[in-house]
C-alpha cells in the first residue's frame, strides 16, 4: 500500500548494484513491520511462495485516506496514480519479506487491482500494471521518511519496489464486504475463492492472484467488471 506520497516514476536515486528491491505500498500498521521477520526461515517460505504462485495478476493495497506517519502524509489513492505525471509511479514503501519477495516476482505487463486499505470502505477500485520491474527502493536510505531502514545498506538493499502504471477504474468499486461474503460462501462449499489471499494472509499488502485450473471462477460472482472476474483468487 502506499506510504508517504508517492514519487513520479523515475524519480528515485540512479538504481545500484545489488539485490533487486521492489515497492509494496503503504502497509497498515499491523502490516508494516517487517523486521521481526528477519528470519532465514521466512526468506525462504516466502520465496518458495513466490515460486508456486508465479501469476499474471496481483492485488496492491494502498491507503485513500490521508495519516501521518512520522509527520509524513501516507495517502496514495487509485486518483493520486492517475493524477501523476503518465500516470505512472513507484510502489516504495513494502516493509514485510514476503510482499517484498512478491514484488521481485513481477513481471512487466502484468496487471494488479488497486485496493483501497485501512479506509472507510475497502476494496478493489481499479487497475494498473507493471511498468518497471523490482529495484532498490529509495526511501529505506531516506532518514526522514516513515520507511528508513538504518540497517539497510546501499550496497546491499533489504527493499524492493516496482513502477506501476493506472490502467483505469473498475465499471464499479468492489467493496471488501461483497469479497468476505464470496470467500465465506467458497469456503463452506469448497469454491476456488476458499483460500483466498485477502483473508488468509491479511497482513499482506502485496498478494497474487492466480488462474483456476479451469479457466476463469469468479465469472459466477462479479458479472459486472469481467477484467476482474478472469482472475482466480
Known sequence: MPRARKRPAGAARPDKKGPEGKRTKTENPGEASAKVENSSLQETSASKDCGKNLSSYWLMKSEP??????????KFSIEDLKAQ??????????????????????????????????CREPGIAGLMKIVKEAYPDHTQFE???????????EDNPKWSMVDVQFVRMMKRFIPLA???????????????????????RQRLSVQPLTRGKNGPCLLSTCQSDREFTRTSW
Open 178 to 200: 461483497e469479497l468476505k461474503t464470496h470467500h465465506q460462501a467458497h469456503r463452506a462449499t469448497g469454491g476456488p475463492l476458499k483460500n483466498m489471499a485477502l483473508f488468509t
Open 85 to 118: 505525471p503518465k500516470q505512472t509511479a513507484c510502489w516504495d514503501g513494502v516493509r514485510n519479506y514476503q510482499a517484498r519477495n512478491f514484488l521481485r516476482a513481477m513481471k512487466l505487463e502484468e496487471e494488479a487491482f488497486f485496493y483501497h486499505s485501512n
Open 65 to 74: 485516506e490521508s495519516r501521518l506517519e512520522k509527520g509524513v502524509d501516507v
Open 143 to 153: 532518514k526522514n521518511n516513515p520507511h528508513y531502514d538504518p540497517s539497510s545498506k
